[in-house]
């Protein structure tokens, strides 16, 4: 917002009907908009006729007085040029336009930004007026100071004109108050430019708000979506008076604020020109005071990061079994290294570590087993001393360091940070499997040895540097592959993976994998929230291609493309079993149709990682709802929060 002490900030607000600006408005010569003009042409700095003798004599005084050398305004000739450009910037506001328009995801929020954007114009408006006063008015006294300049020269009298002495000063006196009158016209010219500048790129944020508010409006009286409800099948579709279902003008996305990728992919959706932001409202409140959205009026979408709400689920059901380090281990598959389990300060199954002098060279690994980025690993040299570093009530997984790792030219440890998106269709049954063929090394900044064991040369977190020019990559990445085919492949034939009826559900991970000197891949685990950056985050090393390309794939569209995505694998599970439809009414005109095209109702969805229990149907509206305009959908509909929006993009 803007600072309360801007002047002008409180005279946008009370200056009546003609202090305001229409759209496109241009400041004339004296700085004052069109409209305002009768009103403030009588503060037009322009010294009156009195001043101008004043200063006249004052400069007749200097020229010919014993202080000849000093001009009209007690400076030496010239020295208004330099006092000019810098003595009025000490006390003038800058023009600076501080808010920027950026995607709202609300309608609230889209109001509240509308209208920070109209203060900021009116506010710049006053600071430019005011900035250019102050130019007219130096411009009016260069003006004074030439004249009278000019005016002195004039009345010479012969016996000063035959000083070559005096002569010369008052010469270098008119050149000199020229020469300030040029620069005070160029500075009233450029700052006129720059405050013009300045208001129209106010008033071009400003259109981008209106040009949003409008978008939401027409989003918000789509009539084809429908209500997400737990009995409604995705292929639901609203019936109109004609018999036939409604059909959706654009895709829609709403960003919940459920965090992980969610805004990121919906970023990239909005990149395709028929996408649109659907706005999300208050769902409810939990009992810790914490605050969950949903799209306006529960409305189902074509991609929201609450997987309730959304055609398309970025959470894998099922995603348990390939997070959490002591489940994974039921698929490894032979791709994960010898492990042991801690447990209430216990080994789990009696099943321990080899005695110390049995165990060989090599550090040894405990991580706590719901944690992950490094944060909760520690290193010991001996199997012996693992449980001296467990807390008795968490649960750890222990393993010893791969033997022979195949090292960095520089004698450094790495590890491959692999990429894999996974694809669970709409029939339940059908998986698909991806695997990127470029990625990352995370590199330890230290030589490694087998008996340091700190964490800075043992625990690779970072990722250092693009894969693809690593001389071990073409023979690694099809071995890395291969192990992730088959340890997706199992968890899916396992039924750890579970389809979703009628939802099409995807997930970007990675898989971290180390090579032996002999050319084997060994994996570790899976990363479940892998980092991923933006081109305007890291315009070198982001994953802006990877992203588009993997979402190319979950939702095609015209000119989309899989990129460096190759398909590894696909895998088909059990489906899971549908649950009875509810008895239903025939549906009405303009009513939804609860039918489900296979005469199926699909299950609840699974709950996003970060969400709360899903509130019952029976259980009231919270009363914590904010008085927002959000709030009075329930209520109003939203045809009122349509003609709020039109009203104010208008």
């Known amino acids: 917002m803007l600072a309360a002490g801007t002047p002008g900030a409180a005279g946008s607000r009370d200056g009546g009907a003609a202090r305001q600006v229409v759209h496109g408005s241009r400041l004339d010569s004296n700085g004052v908009p069109p409209r305002v003009l009768s009103e403030d042409k009588a503060a037009t700095v322009r010294p009156t006729q009195a001043s101008r003798v004043s200063a006249g004599a004052l400069g007749r005084a200097g020229a010919l007085g014993p202080a000849g050398s000093q001009g009209a305004n007690g400076r030496r000739p010239g020295a208004h040029g330099a006092h000019l450009s810098t003595s009025y910037q000490k006390g003038v506001p800058a023009m600076d336009v501080l808010v920027r328009f950026e995607r709202s995801w609300s309608i609230q929020d889209a109001l509240d930004q509308h209208a920070a954007l109209a203060e900021q114009r009116e506010v710049l408006i006053e600071i430019g007026q005011n900035r250019l006063r102050v130019r007219q008015t130096q411009l009016s006294f260069a003006e004074l100071e030439a004249e009278d300049a000019l005016e002195v020269a004039k009345n010479m009298s012969p016996f000063d004109a035959t000083d070559p002495q005096r002569t010369l000063m008052l010469a270098s006196r008119v050149r000199a108050t020229v020469r300030d009158l040029r620069l005070a016209q160029r500075l009233r010219e450029s700052e006129q430019q720059l405050v013009d500048e300045h208001i129209m790129l106010a008033e071009a944020e400003i259109e981008k708000s209106r040009q949003e508010m409008a978008m939401m409006k027409e989003v918000i009286d789509d009539k084809s979506l429908v209500v997400a409800t737990d009995e409604v099948n995705v292929q639901a579709k609203v019936v109109g008076s004609d ?77 348990a079994w390939l997070e959490e380090k002591t489940k994974v281990l039921d698929i490894g598959c032979g791709y994960i290294p010898e492990t042991y389990i801690i447990e209430g300060g216990q080994w789990k199954d009696g099943k321990m570590p080899p005695p110390d002098d049995q165990a060989g060279p090599g550090p040894w690994f405990v991580k706590e087993a719901d944690r992950n980025w490094g944060t909760s690993v520690h290193c010991c040299l001996n199997p012996s001393e693992c449980m001296g570093l467990v807390k008795p009530d968490s649960l750890y997984v222990v393993q010893q360091h791969i033997k022979n790792p195949l090292l960095m030219e520089d004698g450094r440890k790495s590890h491959i940070k692999f990429y894999v ?81 009628g939802k099409k559900q995807f997930e970007i991970f990675s898989a971290d994998f180390i090579v032996d000197t002999s050319g084997a891949v060994w994996m570790f ?19 802006a291609d990877m992203v588009r390309s993997a979402l190319s794939i979950v939702q095609p569209y015209e000119g989309g493309s899989e990129g460096l995505w190759d398909l590894a694998g696909e895998f088909f599970g059990e489906p899971p079993v549908p649950k009875q439809p509810l008895a239903q009414a025939p549906p009405a005109a303009d009513a939804v149709d609860t039918t489900a095209a296979d005469g199926e109702v699909p299950p609840m969805d699974e709950v996003a990682p970060r969400s709360p229990p899903r509130p019952t149907p029976a259980a009231p509206a919270s009363p914590s709802f904010a008085p927002t305009l959000e709030s009075a959908v329930g209520a109003a509909g939203l045809s009122a929060v349509g003609a709020e929006l039109e009203s104010a993009s208008s």
């Open 525 to 543: 685990e899976f990363n479940m929230s892998p980092v991923l950056k933006d081109a305007k985050d890291s315009p070198v090393t982001n994953d």
């Open 421 to 501: 998106l996974l694809v669970g269709y709409e029939d339940g049954s059908q998986w698909k499997l991806y695997t990127y063929k470029d990625g990352y090394l995370s590199i330890s900044p230290n030589k490694w040895s087998p008996n340091d064991i700190s964490k800075e040369t043992q625990v690779t977190i970072i990722r250092s540097e693009r894969i693809g020019t690593w001389p071990a990559w073409p023979e690694a990445y099809p071995k890395c592959k291969e192990g992730v085919a088959k340890v997706i492949g199992k968890a899916v034939k396992d039924g750890k993976l579970e389809g979703r009826l």
């Open 243 to 319: 018999g036939k279902p409604a059909s959706q003008k654009y895709n829609y996305c709403c960003n919940c604020k459920v965090g992980g990728h969610g805004t990121r992919f919906s970023e990239y959706f909005l990149e395709r020109p028929d996408w649109r932001v659907y706005p999300h409202q208050k769902w409810f409140q939990d009992e810790k005071g914490n605050e969950y959205h949903c799209p306006l009026g529960k409305k189902l979408v074509n991609f929201a990061d609450e997987s309730h709400f959304s055609r398309v689920a970025m959470y894998l059901k099922g995603r």
